[in-house]
């Protein structure tokens, strides 16, 4: 993990990685020791790295760093001796065997549906523009010959063969859609066309990954796909709200006029490793303060609710979906409401520390609750969430917490 952090930062990608780890790392304790040599000219080797740890040393303790460079010699040995392990998949023959495209697979959603597909043995492509999306969340796979990686925007027609297409390319969470609204229409719309133009060429079935923005600020609770949705054309979100509206209108259009097979799931909130830290819901805020000891801000009394499904749950019933013979759209999240307040302490008590909650006056046009109606999933697909709220949020934890020391060993190199 770390040793790809270093790939990102470091002009270097032309390079085979096996060299180009080799010679960051080499690069990094030569630099460091000739810096502190330099200063000093006596230092002998075993000072130089005394020094070394020193200045890795400012922030973690000694044991965070001997375990970084512990684990970068390892990834190290491993890639010259050419034996990158990856996670087991199954065989599949000929026959059961699919060639799947994942648009967006490699955000947060579109990497754990890549594991999936991969470890059932299925050959998978996942094209990406990482607009929001990072080549980490899927590096365990890369180089394994099942799969690929394609560096593309959907804006752009593509031209390859495939079984089956989850489309998921697009800006999900606010404060990433409303970064460039017009790039997000086009996703939606122009991307949308351009991936069910290569299911019409290759007779692939599409999945859309569609969302429960469909249903705007709902009048009904809960919301069931029976709702026409109340969605403000005009408003602050209607790039995202109104582009999946106008992709789920076009992968209907396309089923009649071109008798192509489509699936539309409308996702609900999901959390999970590999979700955005800075993405603005609660789950992640709640997380980022509780692990660095800042206080929980909960905005008004904390009644509102929310829902959350974790990402392999969605992952399960988005693959049933795509399997099934059900083409009409299908909710797919978890009903299990709760309290903001809950959040709050659920996750302070599984984070430790000594984060205090505090409460701030109310936010503005603070979504009212949102919480689907998956009677059709569960009629139509057997399916429904199965992973404890506990489970998925200790999980979640953990990513964050690495997440944050690799981003300050990131940062502490930077700095030489
Ligand atoms: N995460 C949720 O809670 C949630 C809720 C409802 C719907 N969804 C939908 O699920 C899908 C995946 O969401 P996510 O949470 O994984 O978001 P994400 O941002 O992590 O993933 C989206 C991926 O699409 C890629 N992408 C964006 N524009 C592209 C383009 N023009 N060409 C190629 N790739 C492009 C991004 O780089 C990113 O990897 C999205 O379609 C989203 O609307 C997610
Ligand atoms: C759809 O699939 C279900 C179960 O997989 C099956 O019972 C049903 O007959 C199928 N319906 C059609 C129209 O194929
Ligand atoms: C979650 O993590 C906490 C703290 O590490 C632990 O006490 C608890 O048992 C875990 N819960 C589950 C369901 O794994």
Redesign the pocket.
Known sequence: MTSSKLMRFLPLRKMKSTKLIAFVVIFVLVLVGYSKLSSTKETGPMEAKDNILREFNKADSPIDVMEEIAQLKKKVLELEKGTKKYPETKFLNYKDRKRILI??????????LSDKLMKQGHEVTV????????KL?VEHWIGHPNFELIH????NPLYIEVDQIY???????PP??MYNPI??I???TV?TINMLGLARRTRARLL??????VYGDPEVHPQNEEYWGHVNPIGPRAC?DEG?RVAETMCYAYAKQENIEVRV???????GP???MN?G?VVSNFILQALQGQPITVYGEGKQTRS??Y?TD?VEGLVALMNSNYSQPVNLGNPDEHTIMDFADIIKRLVGGDSKVVNKPAMQDDPRKRKPDISRAKLYLNWEPKVQLEVGINKTIEYFRNELKSTKFSERLNTF
Do not use: C, W
């Open positions: 648009t967006g697979g490699a955000g947060f959603v579109g990497s754990h094209v990406d523009n990482f607009f929001t999306g990072r969340n593309h925007d959907i804006v489309h998921l390319a697009s800006p999900a969470s990433n859609y790039k997000t086009k996703t939606n991307g859309l990954a569609s969302t429960s923005e995202y999946k799931a409308r996702i609900f909130n999901t959390f590999r979700m955005h993405d819901r959350f499904q990402v969605l």
